[in-house]
């Protein structure tokens, strides 16, 4: 069975020091990777996918992710963060193994930007 | 501009009551999905739909209901025997078949017990 889990539940860094959020997978075939962000109180919205191409897959706002088979991982992160960054973040995992199924979500990290 | 439309955006039910959030795409999408999310716990699949009249159960179906009578359209029904309901409820849709495209969420309902 495929699972996501995300280190740390709150991760609180200053303005324009380097964001680093964990998330690592579990999956038996080549899994399809996601980051999520939820601002208070919205939807989530995607950040970015890695789909088998490219194994460091850029998004939107400068975050970036890179997959890392060894190591089971796909950790977002972005050079320097900005207070608008402040938000919950969600990596989540699906493969054509679960075709038909639904995104597994790891539980989130909220993000708090202090200046 | 294509989306997914969730309403409303709270809701307030009294206890023993059934209520019905809405959830609306125009993306042309098959799939539909509804999620429940507490603080600290993420998003808890409900239920998940991947063609018009029929869906399937998720990891914490008991207590609600849903159809799927349309594409377009997928609604939640929290029923009276939920015995928790007060949560954030998204919804989202899917190409189906697609498990590397990701989905596409509405803005949310907040369901309150009053």
Known sequence: AQSVTQLGSHVSVSEGALVLLRCNYSSSVPPYLFWYVQYPNQGLQLLLKYTSAATLVKGINGFEAEFKKSETSFHLTKPSAHMSDAAEYFCAVSSLEQAGTALIFGKGTTLSVSS | ?114
Not at chain 2, 60 to 68: F, L, N, Q, T
Not at chain 2, 71 to 82: D, G, H, I, M, R
């Open chain 2, 1 to 114: 501009d294509g989306g997914i439309t969730q309403s409303p955006k709270y809701l307030f039910r009294k206890e023993g009551q059934n209520v019905t959030l809405s959830c609306e795409q125009n993306l042309n999408h098959d799939a539909m999905y509804w999620y429940r999310q507490d603080p600290g716990q993420g998003l808890r699949l409900i239920y998940y739909s991947q063609i018009v009249n029929d869906f399937q159960k998720g990891d914490i179906a008991e207590g609600y209901s849903v159809s799927r009578e349309k594409k377009e359209s997928f609604p939640l029904t929290v029923t009276s025997a939920q015995k928790n309901p007060t949560a954030f409820y998204l919804c989202a849709s899917s190409i189906t078949g697609a498990e590397n495209y990701g989905y596409t969420f509405g803005s949310g309902t907040r369901l309150t017990v009053v």
